[in-house]
């Protein structure tokens, strides 16, 4: 593939957008690096998932792509260490590179100074600065999605094949991270359609077509021997498909609203003034490669729930678009606004567990994991007993703070089909006999009442006050209760 210093846009290098770009990234990628050495949460259920998945190396897993897994193994074998700081580490990089992606984007369809309010504007957008503390599969999928447009609208003017075959790769790579890279594809289309500097041409599209079916085929072929796993999970969260639709306009009120604390206030009314501004066919394309993963989720809300990260896809675009309607009071008012709330995500995670609402931690949330894993770390090595639980939560990071600690976990044995990667992977087994540490929020009944607790646990966090216990049970029990 070639290489990105390559791709980068020289004409516009010149122009003087990369070193003052560079400065801003740089200044603000290493800020929020600095506050993560001094984070005092506990990794998230699904860090300490997609930890777990870079223990097991596949082409798919049960609920995403496979890309963070691999990243995160790499990361934290290159480290010598599964701290918290590497395991979210790469976070603030990967968006401090999409940021000079998208300023190169600017300089390409606009000026010097779009490319370098584009960079500046994202890296102190709500769901960046969040994204920076905790990783996730958006922030594995920004650099590559935005890496796509760009060589893409490098396809539209130069008509090179090296630029669509990037195009092509880049897009992969970005499915391999998230599902929602598929927006791509209509968002193109749709561009196209509009706008001439989005249209690579026939060759080039089946260049890009073949070149992202080549680096997704390990993943479909994984997909498609394993019951088509993560595709079912997939349908799962999209509610109705399965359970029929019911349209439900509180739910897309409440994401439609929640998309301004997502990509900041003013942000967002810039974007949809620039939906609006059809006369300059630059931010026609533009809005038309934002607009599908707006519309797709909000239909999704309409018709079931939507969570407020699964348009996080159409601000990549949208970032240069807002960049380019704003004039330059708004852009400061946007950077301010959008800054503070940039420094206090990072800062309350220093703070923690202060400060606290009407008696917990505010972020509490992200605390209490690692506590209550190594209470029933240490019960199950005095028992000499596998533990057992269902919460997907606590399994998740049994697997992450026991690394080494010797102790088998196990998971329900799935019914039809596994609930979850720990029910997929270490399923009780059928010929065990012997006896389990059961971590429940309520009592188990083997036939003669009620069980006691072998201990009550000392929950904090997200833990407090959910009436979890360790319960020693034989396997029939439990067995027996599923």
């Known amino acids: 593939m070639p290489s990105v210093g390559a791709k980068l846009d020289r004409g516009a290098d010149r122009d003087g957008w990369f070193l003052p770009t560079l400065i801003v990234v740089a200044a603000a990628t290493a800020l929020r690096l600095v506050f ?6 506990d990794l ?8 777990l998945w870079g223990q097991h190396l596949d082409f798919g897993y049960y609920s995403k792509p496979p890309l963070i897994g691999w990243l995160l193994r790499a990361v934290t074998d290159l480290a010598g260490s599964d701290a918290p700081f590497w395991v979210r580490m790469p976070g603030a990089i990967l968006h401090g590179i999409t940021a000079l992606v998208l300023g190169a984007l600017g300089a390409r369809i606009a000026s010097r100074r779009v490319a370098i309010w584009s960079a500046a504007i994202y890296v102190t957008l709500p769901f960046v600065a969040l994204g920076s503390v905790l990783i996730s599969t958006d922030t594995v999928m920004a650099p590559f999605y935005a890496l796509s447009l760009l060589f893409l609208q490098r396809a539209g003017g130069s008509r090179h094949w090296s630029d669509a075959l990037a195009a092509g790769l880049t897009a992969g790579l970005a499915f391999m991270a998230k599902y929602a890279a598929i927006y791509l594809m209509p968002g193109l289309a749709l561009a196209a359609l509009v706008a001439p500097a989005w249209r690579i041409g026939w060759r080039n599209t089946v260049i890009a077509a073949l070149a992202f079916g080549l680096v997704i085929a390990p993943n479909v072929v994984w997909n498609l021997t394993h019951g088509l796993t993560t595709v079912s999970h997939t349908m799962d969260n999209v509610g109705w498909v399965r359970e029929g639709a019911e349209l439900n306009f509180g739910s897309m009120a409440e994401f439609v609203a929640s998309q301004f604390a997502v990509f900041g206030p003013v942000t967002m009314v810039a974007l949809l003034i620039g939906y609006a501004s059809w006369g300059d066919p630059a931010k026609r394309g533009l809005a038309m490669l934002s607009v599908p993963p707006l519309v797709a989720v909000t239909l999704e809300a309409l018709l079931d729930r939507a969570y407020a990260n699964w348009a996080v896809a159409a601000y990549f675009a949208g970032t240069v678009l807002a960049a380019m309607v704003l004039r330059d009071i708004w852009r400061w008012i946007a950077i301010l606004i959008n800054g503070l709330i940039a420094l206090s995500i990072p800062l309350l995670t ?5 400060p606290q609402k009407d008696g917990a931690p505010l972020l509490k949330r992200w605390l209490g994991q690692a506590d209550l894993s190594r209470q029933i770390l240490t019960l199950a090595k005095e028992a000499d007993v596998p533990v057992y639980a269902s919460n997907r939560a606590i399994l998740a990071d049994l697997f992450y703070t026991g690394q080494g600690a010797g102790v088998t976990v196990y998971a329900p044995k799935p019914v039809v089909r596994a609930d979850s990667y720990y029910e997929q992977m270490w399923p009780l087994p059928q010929d065990y006999k012997g006896r389990l540490l ?10 003669s009442g009620p069980v006691s607790p072998a201990a009550q646990l000392d929950a904090t966090g997200t833990w407090a006050d959910k009436g979890y216990a360790a319960y020693l049970v034989e396997a029939r029990c439990v067995r027996s209760e599923n």
């Open 36 to 41: 993560l050495a001094f984070n005092k949460t």
């Open 44 to 51: 998230f259920v699904d860090e300490a998932q997609y930890w």
């Open 350 to 354: 220093v703070l923690a567990p202060y």
């Open 438 to 447: 059961l971590i429940a929020n309520s009592p188990p009944d083997c036939g």
